[in-house]
């Protein structure tokens, strides 16, 4: 039996004004699952996460999660039914402390549709997770670093319990050091039994972390496989991903 469908996507469009960014993609997320949302720079990797959680205004499509229809929800809907969303550009709070920063994401422990308890994350488990974090519970998120501010938001959406985890662009603009936590801790969430759907351009990441990948150009999937298989194929990678 295949696990549990979280997040079910078809016929996704989406528009910035007048222009059209997302042409009728389809994607699903289940259970446990690291899928990779791939593609270069300007492929609509960014736009697909935004609209899933609900930032864009005009788009169309079916999107459920868990079941629910989300597709013309606002983003604090989907945020409350477990769906979490890292963006790329961190945006955490400057005045407020770490602690603080994580006090503002915490919602309530969640079960699973079989009655399971998802994970529950605490300051305390989260600092484990993130080090450098538990280093400085009392410094203001603008005295921080780019890689400790992107790691900073990632813990505050962990605090809202979340089912399943959009992460826009994790090694983008950080460190190699960086990266290489980013990694071990998205290995981390799936072992705990969060799902992540992320959006990469970095092939080596992705392949670190990822059980699935879409290959997206210009708004439109090119590509669906295994990460194995996107691995292998150097014709698609060619055609999609190289710079």
Known sequence: MSAELLLDVKGLAAWYGAAQILYDVDLQ???GE?????????????????????????????????GQDIS????HVAA????????????????LTVME???????????????????VWTPERLFKLFPNLGEMPDRPGGRMSGGEQQML????????????????????????????????????LKAQGVSILLSEQNMHFAELVSDRAYVLEKGQIRYEGSMTELSA???????????
């Open 72 to 75: 013309k929800s606002e983003p």
């Open 34 to 66: 690291v899928v990779a949302l791939m593609g270069r720079n300007g492929a609509g990797k960014s736009t697909t996460l935004k609209t899933l959680i609900g930032m864009l205004s005009k788009r169309r499509g079916a999107v459920s999660f868990l």
């Open 80 to 95: 409350r039914l477990g769906l979490g969303f890292v963006p790329e550009d961190r945006r955490v709070f400057t005045d």
């Open 153 to 188: 938001t990632v813990a505050r959406t962990l605090m809202g319990n979340p089912y399943l985890v959009l992460l826009d662009e994790p090694s983008e603009g950080v460190a190699p050091v960086i990266v290489e936590q980013m990694a071990q801790m998205i290995l981390e």
């Open 29 to 31: 997320v289940r259970r």
């Open 101 to 119: 920063n994580l006090e503002v994401g915490r919602q309530p422990a969640r079960h699973w549709s079989d009655g399971v308890a998802a994970p």
């Open 233 to 243: 194929n150097e014709e698609v990678r060619r055609a999609y991903l190289s710079v």
